[in-house]
């Protein structure tokens, strides 16, 4: 399939850093669909878990990935058919994505699935790899981040929003940790692309940051056309 004309919008950084909230509004604003690739790693995550696969199995965990049939439908996440939307949302299942996504097999086993995501009219695609392998060739690519407190307020507010349980100082010892794995793994590790964008959120609302995309956007689409 050549879709290497379809323009793609790689938004990559740190846990909640904002970009799953950031890149879905960008997509909404452009008509472009939106991958959502953490939540295949949490997927992956919460399989394992039900088939009595440890985490740190690489190969067990990349055979695992392989069987499943992971669809995305209205903001929804199913595997084999069951909505698993808020089972894979828990800290534990962030904690087990982040696990289990330092295996370059399973990274290996999810290519194909995030390269179909690609269809016109664009794609804005959320992860931590997606402008350094999975895009390499994105349109744009930006490289969302704010400092690690404001960070673990941000998820503090997300979790008490939604009822959850919620410790200010064990988030951030959890945002740490995974930062250590993300940026310490051998495989894809998170890091901004060469040609990426830097945008720092901590003085930026939701909105700021939405638009400084789409204006960037705008901006790369009139250069390609002068
Ligand atoms: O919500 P949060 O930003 O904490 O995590 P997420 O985007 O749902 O991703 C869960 C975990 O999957 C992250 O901690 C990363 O370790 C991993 N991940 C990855 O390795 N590569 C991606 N493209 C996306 C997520």
Redesign the pocket.
Known sequence: MNNSNIPVIAVDGP??SGK?TVAQLVADALGFSYL????L??VVAFAAKQDDIAWSDAEAVATCAKTLDIQFKNDQVYLNGNDISEQIRTEEM?QG??QV?VHAPLRAALVDLQHHFRKAPGLVA?????GTVIFPDAELKIFLTASTPTRAERRYKQLIGKSLPANYDDILLDLQE?DA??KGRAS?PLMMAADAMLLETDHLTITEAVNTILKNYEHKKLNKKS
């Not at 959502?36 to 939540?39: I, L």
């Not at 959320?126 to 997606?130: A, E, K, L, N």
């Open positions: 846990s909640a799953g959502d690739s953490g939540a790693y949490r962030g994505a982040s996504a959320d992860g931590r790899d997606m995974r794995r993300d894809a």
